[in-house]
């Protein structure tokens, strides 16, 4: 249908928004006994021709909209200029060589430098910004051959989770002819002069963006061999919807093979390479997590949260694999164990407390030895280090505190500043804080606030809340320099951490599952009402914002509780919750949704789904929703089929667009250019639609 006639007013100015033509059609669907309506189904097809044209005329819309916000031009000079500065990536150490990733400032990819000792020059080793002419071809995963003579490295076209890896010689730089197609959701492990790696089967032509992704597979490639010679390692016809992943121990004596079949939880077996045994199961089962994170000749040790909800470190031999024979070496404490490194013979554990990181060094019998002393309070990444080196790098970063990278001396527990970013900024006129609010159904929920000093609490200030909610995933202190330009203008940024994260462990996880999705939605809205009680803002000054599952999470909150926001920025989401099982890894995430194959899930999914319960007669919120035609992860359907109905049923002048990015997915290796485009259009909208006139 055809929407003409909205007239959008504002600070000013005059719109009139003439929404494209979405045809309705008549396809339902029957799920236990209910029939559901999808007239937007035809938007799944993103081949047509049809739906191409539609998406051309969305974009035009949108474009014609942001095109005539005055301060939208200023908004993109001034994120350019913050966007550029030097920023660097964790050093990681191969044999004699030391790479480092470097971005100058606003080059579209970072660049991969390579040096032969820490006081050496550095060279450019791989530039990706050469892999394309537009930026849109990005770096994966990547892997040093254990002597150090070659580097395999997966590169992603257009935002697309498939990879082709490909092989340089690490001395002269020389590309190599091996080339692996179909590769998805892999790592690259050498052992000898080959890799382990995981893909899937060359997918139906035209379908390769929406397919279901089954029958994953691991396979070992030898250097100088065509892909059709590769070795199958291991994959299973009975369970097509599992995903297997392949790893080799620093000493090359063991491949650890992980089995999962959703998001979290996994099965784990080892196979000793030199003896050529059958693979030893460690754990199996999808209910917990298993993770290798050192061996000791055929004693390993695993970080897992199988009877620890904020995990532990066991021991495990080979000789006697069984549970009941594991000795656990780091007990598990009230803060969430993250990660757990070995550098100079000793374990480096990061830790995560009420989500702000924490770090310890212990002997391997988990005796605890010493804390590391951070900058302050923030998000630490890293540890790179061979199981012998005394020597580790990492980041640490804040809110107001760009990311630095360090070199760790273990033996002395110091560490000093090796890179850090040069940006004009000063971190002492902002204030960052942690506030702990109360959900609807009283559980304590923490959130970060970040906002100028100057701020006055009047109940008038412009709020970006930001939030996720799943997967196990926590949200921890970071900086951005795109948020920079929101903060200058008076704006909060509000960082809520929700149940479905995890901030406090598996429990905290799981409340935030399947039929308890609610809580996250809930927290979420507290986060909102707390805002406005507590005077920093109100309705019309708050802007909700997510990606993918926080797409979701903006999508349902604003359809249930429309009046209480000013703004709702759903990105790249997970809109349509009966379907999104059935493209590309969307079967993945029912251990987190749950499936409208299941009667009881139907119906919870159907009660909060933001694609069904948009109304008609209904005043939602100003609305800018973003995705990308490359998007095989959350596939641009859900977005395509929400902004068609919310545009359908959208009663008042607010409006209701959508962004479709070209030549890009779902956000990972992004160029920096289209980074900037999009932030220019999302703050010029959230600003416009919050009154606010940005002094620039």
């Known amino acids: 249908m055809a929407l003409t006639g909205l007239v959008i007013t504002g600070q000013g100015i005059t719109q009139e928004i003439k929404y494209p033509e979405s045809r309705k059609t008549n396809v339902t669907d029957g799920y236990f006994g209910t029939t559901v309506a999808d007239p937007y189904r035809w938007l799944e097809d993103d081949k047509s021709e049809e739906t191409a044209k539609w998406v051309e005329a969305q ?33 990681f150490k191969e044999v004699n060589h030391y790479f480092f990733f470097k971005n100058d400032g606003i080059q579209n ?14 060279r450019v080793f791989l530039d990706p910004n050469k892999l394309s002419p537009d930026g849109t071809v990005a770096l994966g995963s990547y892997s040093v051959s254990k002597d150090g003579k070659y580097f395999a490295y997966a590169v992603a076209t257009a935002g697309s989770d498939w990879n082709e890896i490909q092989v340089m010689e690490t001395a002269t730089g020389k590309k190599l002819e091996d080339k692996i197609e179909w590769v998805k959701f892999s790592g690259i492990s050498w052992r000898g002069d080959g890799f382990y790696y ?48 392949a790893t080799v121990t620093e000493d090359e004596n063991y491949l650890i093979l992980s089995e999962s079949q959703s998001t979290s939880g996994n ?15 460690i754990a199996d089962g999808f209910k917990y997590e298993y993770n290798v994170v050192h061996n000791e000749g055929n004693t390993f040790y695993i ?39 070995v550098t100079g013979g000793k374990f480096v554990t990061v830790y995560m407390k009420d989500a702000t990181s924490h770090a310890y060094v212990t002997d391997l019998t988990g005796k605890l030895l010493n804390e590391i002393a951070l900058p302050g309070i923030g998000t630490l990444a890293g540890f790179n280090s061979k199981k012998d080196d005394p020597v580790a790098f990492y980041s640490f970063t804040s809110f107001t505190f760009p990311s630095t990278i360090y070199r760790y001396h273990i033996n002395t527990n110091k560490s000093e500043v090796l890179f850090e970013s040069e940006l004009d900024f000063d971190a002492d006129s902002y204030i960052s804080k942690q506030v702990f609010y109360t959900s609807k159904d009283g559980t304590k929920i923490p959130m970060f606030l970040v906002y100028r000093s100057d701020l006055k609490l009047d109940g008038t200030n412009p709020v970006y809340l930001y939030g996720y909610g799943g997967f196990n995933v926590s949200l921890t202190p970071s900086f951005s320099a795109s948020r920079l330009v929101f903060l200058e203008n008076g704006g909060i940024f509000a960082m809520a951490n929700l149940r479905g994260g995890g901030e406090y462990g598996e429990e905290w996880h799981d409340a935030g599952t399947k039929l308890r999705k609610q809580n996250v939605f809930d927290d979420f809205i507290a986060a909102a009402e707390y805002l406005i009680k507590e005077n920093y803002t109100s309705p019309k000054k708050i802007a909700i914002a997510g990606g993918s599952n926080g797409g979701l999470l903006v999508g349902a909150c604003m359809t249930q509780r429309p009046e209480l926001f000013g703004v709702a920025l759903p990105a790249v989401g997970v809109m349509d919750m009966l379907r999104f099982h059935k493209f590309t890894i969307g079967w993945a995430w029912t251990e987190d949704y749950g499936s409208s194959d299941n009667e009881e899930e139907f119906k919870y999914l159907l009660g909060y789904s933001p694609l069904h319960n948009l109304r008609k007669g209904t005043c939602y919120p100003p609305t800018l929703i973003t995705t990308a035609d490359h998007d095989d992860r959350v596939v641009p359907a859900h977005s395509f089929k929400f902004a068609a109905t919310l545009q359908e049923m959208q009663s008042c002048n607010n409006p209701a667009l959508i962004r479709i990015e070209t030549k890009a997915g779902h956000g990972a290796g992004k160029p920096i250019s289209k980074l900037i485009e999009e932030a220019a259009d999302v703050w010029s909208f959230v600003l416009y639609n919050l009154n606010i006139k940005p002094a620039l």
């Open 59 to 91: 974009n035009k819309v949108t474009e014609d909209y942001l095109s005539q916000i005055p301060f939208r031009e200023s908004i993109h000079k001034r994120l350019t200029q913050l966007w550029n500065y030097p920023r660097y990536g964790v050093p």
């Open 109 to 122: 990819q970072s660049v991969l430098y390579i040096q032969d000792s820490l006081k050496g020059t550095p």
């Open 198 to 245: 995981s893909r899937y089967d060359k997918p139906t032509g035209g379908k390769e963006l929406s397919s279901r992704n089954e029958f994953h597979k691991v396979y070992y490639h030898k250097l100088g061999q065509p892909q059709s010679n590769d070795i199958l390692i291991y994959s299973s016809r009975e369970f097509p919807l599992r995903n297997y992943g």
């Open 267 to 281: 099965s784990l077996y080892i196979k000793d390479l030199v003896k050529e045994t059958d693979y030893i199961k």
């Open 303 to 341: 970080m897992t949260n199988d009877g620890a909800p904020r995990n532990k470190v066991v021991a495990v031999s080979l000789d006697k694999p069984q549970p009941e024979n594991w000795k656990v070496i780091i007990h598990e404490k009230q803060e969430v164990l993250q990660e757990v490194h």
